[in-house]
């Protein structure tokens, strides 16, 4: 899968105005571990393809040179084992920091729609909660790294810890450094974004990841139309229904 993928053209249409400012629309996917979030992505990828609908589509840790190489650090380098919960914690707020200048603040202001798979709430959830780090040092730390940024809506995959469990079985891939937490890191990490859905009910949108995926995808869609009035409603994409 290629990291960016953007129709790169430096002509795009400004065809969204967000809080009075011209520019493209924030979309972000959070969850835990194998929710969906990434083919959720994909999929309103494909649909804003199909549309002509310019975007482009980033992830996190990653999604620049030097955040891909963050990442491998973070997740598969061997040195990682003793990585303490500061360190990763910047290291995060360092591939956000890159992203944000180097692509998704560009990119928006070209007027491309960005879906972000995972954002600042992701280091909120992981590193606030989890990893119990200090919660105001936290949001401090998000705010440096993304300045004014706020994605326009995010959307949560809900799963629960047995449905998660199932599908990691289920996957060939190894196991990344967060993948080896226990159970009960995973418990603490839907908790909190469930809160965070509750505490921000306008941007955040908690979803029920344990639903087909068509279903999330024609759900996701069907809200997108509803609050940006620049994604068509009826299109000949409109329900999806596959046959996976
Ligand atoms: P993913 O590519 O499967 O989403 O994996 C990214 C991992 O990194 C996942 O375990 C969540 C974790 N993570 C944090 O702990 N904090 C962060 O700020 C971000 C962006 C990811």
Known sequence: MSVL?????????LCFKIDSVPRGPFITFEGSEVCGKSTQTQRLAARLEELRIPFLVTREPGGTPIGETIRELLQFAPQNAGMTAETELLLFEASRSQLVRETIQPGLQRG??????????????????????DRQMVEQLNRFAVGELIPDITFVLDVDAKTARARMQG?????????NEPPEFYEKIRAAYRQLAKREPNRVVLIDGSQPVDK?????????????????????IGNRKSKM
């Open 5 to 13: 993928r953007a129709r790169d053209s430096t002509t795009a249409p």
């Open 112 to 133: 491309l729609c960005v879906i972000a798979d995972r954002f600042f709430d992701s280091t909120t959830v992981y590193q606030g909660v989890a990893r119990k780090l």
């Open 171 to 179: 996957t060939i891939r190894k196991p990344d450094r967060m993948e």
């Open 216 to 236: 999330i995808d024609n759900q996701i869609w069907e809200i997108l139309t509803a609050r940006f009035p620049g994604f068509p409603a009826k299109s000949k």
